[in-house]
């Protein structure tokens, strides 16, 4: 990745923001279960930050997702991961298809306000059936006239106790499970939609999180993103931004973690030196940095070969599943050299252990991202027809 000057001033921008708006609250939200999302937006859409590679004619910087991938990384450095998560909600899990694929009237009604930080976006795929096997989702929308009438659930709903829209995924039709679904934008405010109390999570606990419900929910057509039974295709489409900004935005997260590990290392004697002088020990660091300069350069290729307009779904994935996997492993060994500090619930690795856990599963989980890989492999076994 070779970075412009425009690279670096994103890269600051994001990390100024980082340290001036969100990690002296953090504590604060995390007892909370909440962070309040209208207020953060906005001040992060004021500074151009929630539409940095979508289009200039909505508000955005038009810009390659390079610049994208700049910012996911400087969030890495909030001393949480439930708001950064809830950031890339708004930037590259509920926006993405509506930039690429909806009419220029439903952009402007939606998309350029989340942009501007006026609207907060959730994304609605997985429901306590269907996580990972989207085809297997149940949730339908049939016409009725010039409306659509919603009914089913969706289940760990970022933000959704704050969204003023939802990016649904529904069958529209009784075929095929990769042609009968549709993406529908649903304003969180229309009469039938309802919510289950916030879900009590292991991790990510300043990001609110319920069950939408959606009993004979009515949204007019035209709220539909792009073609009828295309929504499988731009979900998928959809999940390729998203696993590259997960993989980003795990890199300084991780690098936090190594950073602060060694400074206590440094300053925690045992046996008349320094734990950090354990070989051990500083042994360790050393793998876990190179394993994390291994994983941003397997992102940054990611990247550069989805600018270039190449299939990078199966680099995307390695990027995933590699992410989320060292994630664990970071957090893990750095927790064993806290010792009964690691074992605190405010402690930066335990933090790290239960925040980063959701890596592995959300937005697809290993064993799906392994698939992928497999059949790109071309070693995938071919399903047995029944």
């Known amino acids: 990745m070779k970075f412009t000057q425009e690279h670096e001033e994103i890269r600051r921008t994001t990390r100024n923001f980082i340290e001036k708006e969100v990690n002296p609250y953090v504590d604060e939200w995390e007892n909370a279960g909440i962070f309040p999302a209208h207020e953060l937006f906005k001040k992060m859409g004021d500074l151009g930050l929630l539409g940095i590679s979508k289009p200039e004619s909505v508000g955005g910087m038009g810009l390659d997702y390079s610049y994208e991938l700049v910012a996911a990384e400087e969030l890495g450095v909030a001393h949480c991961g439930g708001v950064p998560l809830a950031i890339g909600v708004q930037t590259n899990m509920a926006t993405p298809a509506l930039a690429r694929f909806a009419d220029k009237s439903l952009q402007q009604e939606f998309l350029a306000p989340a942009i501007a930080g006026d609207l907060v976006a959730s994304i ?39 969204a003023d829209f939802f990016c649904l995924l529904a069958n529209t039709s009784e075929g095929k499970p990769h042609s009968n679904k549709s993406l529908i934008v649903v304003p969180a405010n229309t009469p039938g939609i309802t919510l289950s109390e916030p879900l009590n999570k292991l991790g990510m606990r300043s990001s609110d999180t319920a069950q939408v419900f959606f009993d004979d929910v009515r949204v007019p057509q035209r709220y539909r993103i792009g073609g009828e039974g295309a ?45 950090i002088d354990n070989q051990v020990i500083h042994f360790r660091m050393a793998e876990l940095q190179t394993e994390i300069e291994a994983l941003r350069a397997l992102t940054y290729q990611a990247c550069e070969t989805y600018i270039e307009g190449k299939d990078v779904t199966k680099l995307a994935s390695m990027a995933k599943l590699k992410g989320g996997r060292l994630a664990r492993e970071v957090s893990d ?6 010792g009964g500090m690691g074992f605190m619930w405010d402690n930066v690795a335990s933090r790290s252990y239960r925040d980063s856990r959701l890596a592995s599963i959300g937005g697809g989980a290993d064993e ?19």
């Open 124 to 162: 609605a795929v997985s429901e306590t059936g269907a996580g990972s096997d989207v085809a297997g989702m149940k949730t339908a929308a049939r016409k009725d006239g010039d409306d659509y009438i919603i009914n089913g659930s969706k289940m760990w709903i970022t933000t959704s106790t704050q």
């Open 231 to 275: 929504g499988f295709m731009m979900q998928m489409i959809q999940f390729q931004e998203e696993r590259l900004w997960g993989a980003a935005n795990t890199l300084k997260a991780l690098e936090r973690v190594v950073g602060e590990t060694i400074t206590y290392c440094r300053e925690r004697h045992t046996f008349g030196q320094p734990l």
């Open 333 to 338: 060994a750095c927790l064993q050299y806290w």
């Open 368 to 386: 799906i991202m392994l698939g992928i890989i497999c059949k790109y492999m071309n070693i995938l076994p071919a399903k047995r027809r029944s």
